[in-house]
């Protein structure tokens, strides 16, 4: 690897007050779903100036920012995410979140700060640029489905050349500070949710020969769910079912049976095939025991996002360029995927990349105990930011390189 890629963490060191800065503004005001004005608008205030085109969104705040290199080629794709969370920051930090119930609890605000540091590295040396880079800045990870919203919207046919890469980075406590970390194949689960509503018939509680007890059978229902996922798939490709709520009658109302019980659950999956069959297995399942006990069920099955999966040529390039700009200590392999679900894993179905963690655990905290992602308590440590700008950066150029050199095979391949 061409020392100039080393030297791009050197250079970003020197990133670090402008890029905290951007982080911490971001973090005060944090933004839901689709529509993340201000913080787009902080985004481009740091990047203004640059020579680099920007495409906005008209239906949601979403933009592509294209940098050209100085020479022709081919075309990777950047990804940065933007959006908050509805949870009430209990951190203490002296910047905390201004806005009751919303909170950046998943590192987003550390994701734009990222790309500002990026997008100043491409565009500062642009001349060594062999093609272009397009720098997603999306909305609505978190349940919205910004990065399928983008690819609808055309993000992608902004490309003026073959579409070789696609890469993103995601802070997380659950490794030490200034680690990066991938694997190849499933890097996280598909999620989906499912809601269930039996309907059966009211009655006294003294005389349940008299009803369709809908409870009962919701409570049969539930312990269904987890023999199906142990006994109709395969361990080595699973099935993760979690209840999250559950409703059936009135509170204080014990002696009443209930015409209708409901409750809702999120599940996993980790594999196409098996995401492509989860569905029908579930609704047999519900409908077949509801069916059994002379009730009847519905069921409502939404698919969030696909299986994310990596390309092995394209984590290979993330390792070699993590070792060889920080030392072999600074990456890991990605022992198992993550049961945690991404909407990057349509962007990676449209072009081969790779996905890649980066530790940003505060070195006073345990990885193993630190609060996680989602955690109202969650605390990152933003001097992790030049570092993993300058590692966004040197992907896109060592994929251009790769391309230009002729030393592997394109991701179309």
Partial sequence: MSMQYRELATEAAGYLPELQSVRRDIHRRPELGLQTPQTLERVFASIDGLPID??????????????????????????????????????????????????????HDLHAAIAVGAIHLLATHRDQLAGEVLFLLQPGEEGYRGANRMLDEG??????????????????????????????GTGMAGAATLKVTVHGRGGHGSAPHRALDPNQVVAEIVVGLQTLVTRRFDIFD??????????????GASNVIPESAEFGATVRTFSAETAGVIEQRLTELVTGIAAA????????????????????????LAARVAQEMFGENRFVTMPTPIAGAEDFAAIL??????????????????????????????LFDDTVLPDAS????????????????????????
Avoid: K
């Fill in 349 to 378: 179905q449209a072009v081969p990349g790779a996905f890649v963690f980066v530790g940003a655990c505060p070195p006073e905290l345990d990885p193993a105990t630190a609060p996680y992602n989602h955690s109202d308590l969650a």
């Fill in 54 to 107: 920007i495409t906005r969104s008209t239906t949601m705040s979403a933009a592509v920012v294209r940098v050209r290199g100085a020479h022709p080629g081919p075309t990777v794709v950047l990804r940065a995410d933007l959006d908050a969370l509805p949870l009430t920051e209990n951190t203490g930090l002296d910047y905390a979140s201004e806005i009751p119930g919303l909170m950046h609890a998943c590192g």
């Fill in 238 to 251: 699973p099935v993760v079912v979690t209840v999250g709520w559950l409703s059936g009658g009135e509170p």
């Fill in 293 to 316: 006990h002379g009730l009847v069920a519905d069921v409502e099955f939404a698919s969030v996002t696909d299986p994310l999966i990596n390309s092995e040529q394209h984590t290979d």
């Fill in 155 to 184: 993000a992608l046919e902004l490309a003026s050349g073959d579409l070789v890469g696609a890469y993103a980075l995601h802070v997380t406590t659950a490794y030490p500070l200034g680690c990066f970390t991938t694997r190849p």
């Fill in 390 to 413: 300058a590692y966004l950066a040197a992907l896109a150029f060592a994929r251009l390189d790769e391309v230009a050199s002729g030393t592997v095979v394109r991701s179309s391949d």
